[in-house]
């Protein structure tokens, strides 16, 4: 789908100057979110003293680093800010300690100029910004220091106290979003940490505990996109690390493993990145090296060879124009709006947003979105006001729906605009508590069939509501056996099929029903392998399941003809077997979340809630692949989209 904002290098025509200011601040996105490419590594040890140079990376390509300028005067152990507009390195040693501050202007090559000073003269200390704000926390003065400083990047001016870290440190990471910084790992007055701190950028308060990382370790830095941050490297107990881990911004919690260096590495390297890519500069490995190694932000794998800078060093700061503190985005799906804010229709061939909603473990309020046409990790797109999963729902073209759910069997029904970020109000009830269930639809009408009653009392129970107005619940019918852990989200525009299930046994049975009438289901055919908790997608044509237990995890995926009955033919196999996806899909492209499987990489190994998001294309038949992840592990989710199969 086209970008809802006039790109400076392709517009035609005439853009009224409202409209432009209109989409920018309220209804759509602005064309230099995250597109910043410019990498830059600024001073640092290099033997025998310390270095001026300040080197220049593309950070999508690869190749050496080029000369950009010099700073004010040679040190290393400096912080970072940066916008879209200028890059800030601040304080650092010379050797002696410093508080000076200077900037770059990424858009023309040059030499630094100054900025101001530090309120504290200091080295490794931790620095993150937004559009406007930078934010630095601790380092050494000699001693480790708890301060968090603030400056305003957009002008010049010397920086205020801002607040306190949990603890005093220094030699440590930090990356955030546009609205929260973090802290992770480095040493204490006594020893090396493992502490994660967050602290919002608009408030002046302390910092507050997140999480651990995996191993206790200083000499690290990271980067970040706008959900995920990432450190790299480091000293730990008692050896250099290589390890790359990674922390799911959304949510309180520890790092896991996300891959591993070209080599053991610490030093303070100089890392950075766009919203694609992190990027991993100098350091010791023990000796000093010019390496420079890079690494997906999107999927988990290991680095690989970059390039080199333009000498061996340590202690220097890396900083870019595209990295997760530079979001600008309005709290509106950007994919539906048009230049002047006119909502652009969702439904078949036009919609492309997928949410995936609630989920476990533990249970939780978010909802994610996803724009299913291109790869990349999920965005936060809101909350459901009460925390659920193992839930039914689905959406139209306007409006998403999520019904029942644990904790409990609950009856609540919640609905949502895909038009607006935000989260969701109540709709009505369904006429009978449940979980363990699944549902299908049309434009008109959202159809929930099966699930668990209680502990051990599973329904055949079908009922549904009409999506564009607010109410409790209808009988429809009933579904030709009583069982829990059903599929469902495959759609025509005139029929739906729910999926395999337990009775408590799994069993293969497809069945469908009529959405605009009422009745009880019929029988479809057969699934290929009998299962429970199996993920649905559709085109109008074509339903594909994907996943289920029976008892274990399965990589199955088959589908079926909607318009016709008959049994389930293979389809591939998914990347990750798993049961309890949910799917989303646009007309050609089916997308799941909300995995469980242990073995997953980043997954939680004593629940199994994994971060992937999975994808296949629905007119062909093949394996799935790596779509990116969630913005935080869990299973159990609900899956909703504009786009599907059931919608003109």
């Known amino acids: ?61 690869t190749g050496n680093a080029t000369d950009f300028g010099n700073l004010t005067q040679a040190r290393g152990g400096c912080s970072r800010a940066s916008n879209f507009v200028r890059g800030v390195a601040i304080s650092g040693r010379t050797p002696s300690l410093q ?31 937004n559009l406007t704000t930078g934010i630095i926390g601790g380092g050494e ?12 990047i957009t002008t010049l001016g010397n920086a205020v106290d801002y607040g306190d870290l949990s603890e005093a440190r220094g030699r440590l990471a930090c990356f955030g979003t546009s609205t929260r910084v973090f802290w992770a790992g480095g040493d204490t007055p006594s020893a090396r940490t493992k502490t994660i701190d967050q602290k919002d950028i608009s408030s002046d308060g302390n910092a507050v505990d997140f999480g651990d990382l995996t191993e206790i370790k200083n000499e690290l ?11 790299a490297g480091g000293q730990g107990t008692p050896a250099i690390t290589n390890v790359i881990e990674v922390i799911e911004l959304g949510s309180k919690g520890n790092a896991t493993d996300w891959g591993d260096l070209t080599a053991p590495r610490s030093g303070l390297t100089g890392t950075t990145g766009n919203l694609n890519r992190g990027i991993v500069g100098g350091g010791e490995e023990p000796s000093r090296v010019n390496t420079i190694d890079y690494f997906s932000l999107l999927n988990r794998s290991n680095a690989v060879d970059f390039g080199d800078l333009n000498g061996t060093q340590n202690d220097c700061v890396a900083l870019s124009n595209g990295h997760g503190g530079l979001d600008a985005e309005s709290q509106r799906a950007p994919e539906l709006y048009s230049p002047t804010g006119k909502v652009v229709s969702g439904g078949l061939g036009v919609g ?18 996803i724009q299913i046409s291109t790869l990349g990790n999920a965005i936060d797109f809101g909350d459901i006001i009460s925390a659920r999963s193992a839930a039914g729902g689905g959406g139209n073209s306007t409006r998403f729906i999520y019904g029942g759910g644990q904790t409990g069997h609950s009856t609540q029904i919640q609905y949502g605009s895909f038009s607006t970020k935000g989260n969701t109000a109540n709709f009505g009830d369904l006429t009978d508590g449940r979980d363990l ?212």
């Open 1 to 61: 789908m086209a970008n809802s904002y006039p790109r400076r290098d392709q517009a035609r025509g005439l853009w009224k100057i409202n409209d432009i200011t209109k989409n920018i601040k309220g209804n759509g996105t602005y064309p230099q979110l995250g597109g910043g490419t410019t990498g830059l590594f600024m001073g640092g040890f290099d033997n025998p003293a310390h270095h001026d140079r300040i080197d220049q990376v593309t950070i999508e390509t």
């Open 99 to 129: 508080n000076t501050m200077d900037y770059v202007t990424f858009s023309s090559q040059g030499n630094a100029a100054d900025f101001g000073d530090l309120n504290y003269s200091a080295i490794v200390s931790g620095g993150h910004s």
């Open 141 to 152: 003065t000699p001693s480790r220091v708890d301060n968090i400083s603030k400056i305003n």
């Open 221 to 231: 830095q990271g980067t970040s996109n706008f959900t995920k941050g990432f450190t």
């Open 352 to 369: 492309d947003i997928g949410l995936f909603l609630g989920g476990e473990y533990n249970y939780t309020t978010i909802c994610d979105f």
């Open 437 to 648: 269930f699944s549902a299908v639809n049309n434009d008109t009408r959202m159809v929930w069939g099966g699930g668990r009653d209680a502990p051990s009392s599973f329904s055949n129970i079908i009922d549904y509501v009409t999506i564009a107005t607010i109410g409790n619940a209808t009988d429809f019918g009933d579904m030709t056996s009583s069982r829990k852990s059903v599929g469902g989200n495959v759609n025509s525009s005139t029929r739906g099929i729910f999926h395999g299930g337990g009775t408590p046994s799994f069993v293969n049975t497809i069945e469908y029903i009529t959405i605009g009438s009422t009745g009880n289901a019929t029988d479809f055919g057969d699934l290929t392998a009998a299962r429970g908790n199996s993920g649905g997608v559709s085109s109008t044509t074509r339903g594909v399941m994907a996943g289920g237990q029976n008892p274990g995890q399965t990589d199955v995926i088959d589908y079926v003809t909607i318009a016709s009955t008959g049994n389930a033919t293979d389809f591939g196999d998914l990347d990750i077997a798993t049961s309890y996806a949910s799917g989303v899909n646009n007309n050609v492209r089916g997308a799941y979340g909300g995995l469980l499987n242990p073995s997953a990489p980043g997954a939680d190994p004593s629940f199994g809630n994994a971060p992937q998001i999975s994808y296949i294309t629905i007119a062909s038949t093949g394996n799935a692949a790596n779509f990116g992840e969630l913005t935080s592990r869990r299973y159990a989710t609900v899956g909703a989209c504009n786009g599907h199969g059931g919608l003109s």
